[in-house]
């Protein structure tokens, strides 16, 4: 004998059009799928089925199923992530402001180029919040900028540049020349 299919117990005072309605109505494609499986289970739509259909797999119409029989309408909420941004459009006016018209020695900085740690350093200066790089990085691509890193140089490819660096090479107390 097989495993007993999962079904719907209750809609929950909701009747299918009011779900299709709801369904056609909503912008997060999370709730669509989730109130899409919970419309086909209820009219005996087999999992399998529902599976194919909607490209997802087995636990996650389980799931959605089995949140809709416990919670009802709040199940189809989307609650996986998507925090709020503790970028402010003041802060990103002036990231963009002075990437495009500062100079990074105005700040204090020794390099006339803007990196990705500059940026960081700036705003943690001025705002007192640190972000990750990566946080960074992502704000700069929304924003419509772009980076390049630094192309690799292998020391030891041109003798000449090696020899060219010997030479500016200085004595000081820490380091003496051995050659």
């Known amino acids: ?5 999962t079904r719907i117990n209750t809609l929950h005072g909701h009747t ?3 779900l299709i309605k709801l369904e056609q109505s909503n912008t997060s494609k999370y709730s669509r799928r989730a109130l899409r499986a919970v419309i086909m289970r209820y009219q005996g739509i087999d999992i399998y ?3 194919n259909i909607l490209g997802v797999s087995r636990v996650t119409v ?3 199923i089995n949140s809709w029989n416990s919670l009802g309408i709040d199940s189809i909420e989307d609650n996986r992530g998507g925090s709020e941004s503790s970028f402010t459009d003041e802060m990103l006016k002036d990231i963009t402001n002075i990437l495009t018209t500062k100079d990074p020695r105005e700040f204090g900085y ?3 180029v803007w990196s990705i740690n500059r940026v960081r350093d700036y705003l943690e200066h001025k705002y007192g919040r640190l972000y990750s790089s990566e946080t960074i990085r992502q ?3 929304s924003l419509g900028f772009s980076y390049k890193r630094g192309q690799y140089h292998p020391t030891l490819a ?3 540049k090696q020899i060219a660096f010997k030479k500016n090479q200085k004595d000081t107390k820490y380091c ?3 050659f």
Do not use: A, C, W
Request: charged letters at 25%; aromatic letters at 8%.
């Open 158 to 160: 041109d003798p000449e």
């Open 16 to 18: 299918i059009e009011n």
């Open 176 to 178: 003496r020349r051995f």
């Open 1 to 5: 004998m097989g495993r007993k299919q």
């Open 49 to 51: 089925n529902i599976t």
């Open 139 to 141: 704000v700069l691509i």
């Open 110 to 112: 020794l390099s006339s």
């Open 62 to 64: 389980l799931s959605y």
